[in-house]
């Protein structure tokens, strides 16, 4: 069983930046990809990023994109989440989940159903 513990959340004024962490345990750890899915306050989980750990192959949300940046560190069983330039739309509660490397990954990446595992998610709060 595999098991994520997601930090490093926190108050950060709009146009900050934050880095989330994910540490992974229980695996193998480039057996699987990693994503990073917020859920905001009357809405629905939405995928962020995610980053296959097999290959380093990268995904993200358009809203996102040029923002928030998704790396691993293989060596410390950790997967990051670099937000710059924040916005108040960015406020939400992040989570970290685990599926294994698919063939399809490119689609099911930001499926939430797609992930086995999820760690307990991290508050980022953004004011304006």
């Known amino acids: 069983e595999v098991q994520l513990q997601a930090s490093g959340g926190g108050l950060v004024q709009a146009g900050g930046s934050l880095r989330l962490s994910c540490v992974v345990s229980g695996s193998t750890f480039d057996d699987y990809a990693i994503g990073w899915f917020r859920q905001a306050p009357g809405k629905e989980r939405e995928g962020v990023a995610a980053?296959?750990?097999?290959?380093?192959?990268?995904y993200y949300r358009d809203s996102v994109k040029g923002r928030f940046t998704i790396s691993s560190d293989n060596a410390k069983n950790t997967v990051y989440l670099r937000l710059d330039k924040v916005t108040p739309e960015d406020t939400a509660v992040y989570y970290c989940?685990?599926?294994?490397?698919?063939?399809?990954?490119?689609?099911?990446?930001?499926?939430?159903?797609?992930?086995?595992?999820w760690g307990q998610g991290t508050l980022v709060t953004v004011s304006s």
């Open positions: 980053i296959s750990l097999k290959d380093g192959i990268t």
């Open positions: 989940g685990a599926q294994r490397n698919h063939h399809l990954l490119d689609f099911r990446w930001r499926v939430a159903g797609s992930y086995d595992y």
